[in-house]
C-alpha cells in the first residue's frame, strides 16, 4: 500500500476506532459520572486562559488547544514547529529552520506573504510583528516559554484583533511561581540539551526568587548552538548554522486587600546569528548569501485590579513595546556584490501597543449567570528598511518592502451567559480602525484609511454529562499591510478580505472506561469559511517570482479531530484534520492548504520507577490537490521513540533526564508548503535540575 493510501486509511481507521470506543461507553457512562475521583487530565482538559468563566478546552464553543509546559519540555522543542506539531490544524513551515518559520492555520499563512496579520501570534498579550517576504515570522525561544494556545477560526478575532482569518497563536512567558512552591524564596533550573542532527547545544538557567511575601523575581539565561543539519541519509541541507543567545526577566509586585493587584514589569531578548542564504524559507539561492542577525525583543508593564468583592470590576491593563529587526551584512548576490538589495541592510518592526480591559460577573438568577468583557487596544506600528549600497548611498527601503506606518484603534465587547451550567452563548463584536501612511522612499503620498468589523456568536449546550454540542458563526475584516497597498512605489487600494466562518462539534469526556480512575476525552469540530477578496500568493514555477492576486471568493472547510486518553499508567494523544481549498473564482485549488495528517502518540508511566516512556507516529497523505504539478507533496510517515526519568527521592530528586530518537527510519520527506527537506534521524538527549 502506498504512503498516500496508508496515511488516509489511518486517518479513516483511527476516526472509527475512536468514534466506536465511545459508542461502546455510552451505557456504563451515566453511572460512572457520578463518582467524585479526580480522572487523570488529557490536554482537552487544559485550561483555557480566556475570558468569563474559567474553562478547560473541550468545554469551549471553539477549537482551542493548549500546549502546557510540561508537553513543551517533553518534545524537547527547541522551535515553535516543535512546539506545535500536536495541534491539529496548524502547520510550521520549513519548522526545522529556527532562523526562518512561518505558520499555516487552516489553509491560510504561506512563507511568501507578508500578510502575517492573517494568523496573529502573541506573546504575553503582545501582538508579534513581521511582516517580510522569505524570512518567515517567528523566532521566540521555546526555554522562554510555559504555554502555548491555539485558538483556531475567525472567531479568536474578538478578543485579539479584526482579520484573524486563520486563528491566533498565543504564548505565555515563565514566571517565578512556576519554581517556588510553597514557602520557598529561591529556586534555580539548570538544563542543558544535546541534538545529534547538527551537533546542537543548548544551555538554560532560570533563577525565581521571593525576597519579599509579596514581590517576585525570575531571571533566564539561554544560550545554543546548532551546526547544519542533515536530511535523510546523512544529506547536509546547509544554510542552518546559527547561534541564539536570549533571556528573560521578570518582576512581579502583589499588594492591596487579599493581593487582589499586581503589577508586573517584564523584558526578553532573543538574538540568533548565522551565515547562510537570503532567502529563509524558500532557500532559493537567487537573493545570495549573507551574515544574518534576527533579534526579537519585547518590553512590557501590566497591572491587575480584581477589586476584591466586586463582580463588577476585574481591571487589566497593558503598556508594551516591541521589535523584531533583521540585520544582512556582507550580501553577495548572484549579480555580484550588493546587487540588487545593498550590500548591508536592516529590517525594524517597532510596536507599540496599550490595551485596556474589564470583566463584570452579573448572577441574572439562581440559574442564570453571565461576564462580559469589553475594552480599548491602541497599536502604532513602524516598518524601516535602510541599505547600504556599494557606492556608499543608501536607500530607504524598496518596491518591493516600502517603509511605512500602521495605526489601529479597536474597541470590543464578548458577553458569556451561562444557563443552568449547560448552555453557554457566547456573542461578541470587535471594531478597528487602521490607518496606514507611507514612509520615506514611496513615490505617491497617500493615505489608507480601513475600518474592519468582527462579530461572532458561539454556543455550547451540555447535552449529558459526556456530552456536549456547539457551533459558532463568526465575520471578521483583514485591513491590508504595507506591502500590498505601496508596493511598486504607488498606492493601491485593494480592499479588505472578509471572512464568514460557521463551526460545529461535538466533544465527548467519559471516566473510568477502561480502566479504574481513567479517562477519555474527544472532540470533533466542521468548519466552513468562505472568504471575499482574498489576497492570494503563490509561487511561479515557471519565472521563480511571487505573485499576489485578489481572489473575489474562496472557500477552505475540513474536519478537526483531538482525543486524549489518561489513566494513572496509560496514556495517549490523537489528533487529525483533513483540509480543503479552492478558488471558486477560477475554479482552481488553493496550493496554501497543507495536507491531510494525522499524528498518534501512545504512553506508558512505570510509576515504581518513575520512568515515562512513549511512542508517536505522525502520518501525512499526499496532497495533489494543486493547480501546479511541482507543487504536489508524496505522502510520508514519521516516527519517534521518547523516555524520561524524574526521581522523586534522594539525592537526584528535582532532576529530569529525557532521551528521544525522531524520524526513527531515517524517512527522506519534504513537509508539503516547506522548500526544503526534513531532518533526518536524530537524537535528543536533556539533563536538567531544579535547586
Known sequence: MSISRYSRAALLASTTLSLALISASVSAQEAAQNRTDEAPATMLDEIIVSAGKEKVAIDTPQAVTSVSQEQIEATQASTLGEILDAVPGITTI???????????????GSALGSGENRNIIQVDGVTSYFEMYRAGSFFFDSELLKEVEVLRGPAASTLFSAGALG?????????????????????????????????????????????????????NLNYGRDGDYHGADGVDLGNSRM??????????????????????????????????????????????????????????????????????????????????????????????????????????????????????????????????????????QERLN???????????????????????????????????????????????????????????????????????????????????VFGSVAHTERMPVLDEVFSGDGFTDLGKEKSNNFEAGLGFKFNDMLLENDSLRFKVTGFYNSIDNYLYSSRDHVTGKTITTAIDEAQIKGIELEAGYSSESWYGNLGA????????????????????????????????????????????????????????????????????????????AGSEVRASVNNIFDQKYTAHLSETDGKGRSFKLSLAKTF
Request: charged share 25%; no cysteine.
Open 386 to 468: 535602510p541599505r547600504l549600497n556599494p557606492d556608499g548611498s543608501s536607500t530607504p527601503g524598496s518596491s518591493s518592502h516600502p517603509e511605512g506606518e500602521t495605526h489601529t484603534l479597536g474597541a470590543f465587547g464578548q458577553a458569556e451567559i451561562v444557563f443552568y451550567d449547560r448552555l453557554t452563548l457566547i456573542p461578541g463584536m470587535r471594531v478597528d480602525h487602521s490607518r496606514l501612511k507611507p514612509g520615506t522612499g514611496v513615490a505617491l503620498r497617500k493615505d489608507l484609511d480601513e475600518t474592519a468589523y468582527s462579530p461572532k456568536l458561539a454556543a455550547i449546550y451540555e447535552l449529558t454529562n459526556w456530552m456536549n
Open 167 to 219: 486563528g491566533v497563536v498565543s504564548a505565555r512567558t515563565k514566571d517565578a511561581s512556576d519554581l517556588l512552591e510553597g514557602d520557598d524564596k529561591l529556586a534555580v533550573r539548570t538544563k542543558a540539551m544535546w541534538d545529534s542532527n547538527g551537533n546542537g547545544a543548548r544551555s538554560t538557567v532560570t533563577v525565581a526568587a521571593r525576597p519579599l511575601e509579596d514581590l517576585e523575581l525570575l531571571v
Open 94 to 108: 520549513n519548522a526545522d529552520n529556527a532562523l526562518g518559520q512561518s505558520i499555516n492555520i487552516r489553509g491560510i
Open 577 to 652: 484534520s483533513v483540509t480543503r481549498g479552492d478558488n471558486l473564482s477560477d475554479d482552481e485549488y488553493l496550493a496554501s492548504v497543507a495536507a491531510d495528517n494525522l499524528f498518534l502518540s501512545v504512553g506508558y508511566k512505570l510509576t515504581d520507577y518513575n520512568l515515562d516512556v512513549s511512542w508517536r507516529s505522525d502520518l501525512y497523505a499526499e496532497q495533489d490537490r494543486v493547480n501546479d504539478a511541482g507543487d504536489a507533496s508524496p505522502g510520508y510517515a514519521l516516527h519517534s521513540a521518547r523516555l524520561a526519568w524524574k526521581p522523586e527521592d534522594g539525592f537526584l
Open 243 to 380: 547561534t541564539d543567545l536570549s533571556g528573560l526577566a521578570k518582576l512581579k509586585y502583589s499588594f492591596g486587600a487579599d493581593n487582589d493587584q499586581s503589577l508586573t514589569a517584564s523584558y526578553f531578548n532573543v538574538n540568533k546569528s548565522g551565515y547562510g542564504l537570503y532567502d529563509q524559507t524558500t532557500f532559493s539561492s537567487g537573493f545570495g548569501y549573507a551574515d544574518q542577525t534576527t533579534s526579537e525583543q519585547q518590553a512590557s508593564l501590566a497591572y491587575e485590579n480584581a477589586f476584591s468583592g466586586n463582580d463588577l470590576l476585574d481591571v487589566k491593563a497593558q503598556v508594551s513595546w516591541s521589535q523584531t529587526k533583521r540585520n544582512l551584512d556582507d550580501i553577495t548576490f548572484r549579480a555580484g556584490p550588493g546587487a540588487p538589495l545593498g550590500t548591508e541592510a536592516e529590517y525594524v518592526y517597532n510596536n507599540w501597543q496599550a490595551k485596556l480591559e474589564n470583566t463584570s460577573e452579573f448572577q441574572l438568577s439562581k440559574s442564570v449567570e453571565a461576564y462580559f468583557t469589553y475594552g480599548v487596544e491602541g497599536k502604532y
